[in-house]
């Protein structure tokens, strides 16, 4: 095992990059109403009682501001399949055009497939260096069949 210097960005990242994570689309509306995404691998699950689960946009995104002020967002976590639409979301934040997708209650863009979504009110912020944690509390989630898209090492995978 080599040692790395925690201080040096480049390297911690690599080794933050050696946890496997689950892909996920984050959605929510802009200040326009537009619907609007986000690519992530910052998701956990934090409480059963209440139901709560968090993400971490970083705070030099440009889509960081839209996200850190909704009031409402849905956690899409990925099937294996699906990995042009987290690429079209890495690159635009209106990445929607041949995505299947409709709104929820809220007015929260949904996308029609996806191993499980959450469907979330914002539960609160924490700052957390340059990211903000943003817990939501689940109100409404659902699940599917099917196998995730995995992030490792700065590339996408999956089981074998």
């Known amino acids: 095992m080599n040692s790395i210097d925690p201080k040096d960005g480049r390297a911690l990242r690599g080794a933050f990059g050696q946890f496997a994570t ?18 992530a691998n910052s998701f956990a699950s934090v409480s059963l009682d209440p139901p709560l689960l968090l993400w ?3 705070k030099g995104s440009g889509r960081h501001k839209v996200f850190t ?19 079209g979301f890495v690159k635009d934040p209106f ?18 497939s996806a191993l499980a979504r959450f469907e979330c009110r914002r539960f609160g912020l924490t700052d957390a260096g340059d990211h903000t944690l943003v817990l939501g509390e689940v109100h409404r989630c659902s699940m599917a069949d099917g196998a995730p898209l995995t992030f490792f090492s700065g590339g996408y995978g999956g089981f074998v």
Do not use: K, Y
């Not at 984050?26 to 537009?34: E, H, K, M, P, S």
């Not at 990445?95 to 029609?112: K, M, R, T």
């Open 56 to 58: 971490s946009p970083a």
């Open 22 to 39: 689950g892909v996920t689309v984050i959605t929510t509306r802009d200040d326009d109403g537009n619907p609007f995404g986000i690519t």
């Open 95 to 112: 990445a929607f055009d041949g995505v299947a997708w409709s709104e929820n209650a809220e007015g929260v863009p949904i996308l029609d």
């Open 69 to 87: 002020q909704a009031r409402e967002f849905a956690v899409h976590v990925m099937r294996d399949d699906q990995r042009p639409i987290c690429d």
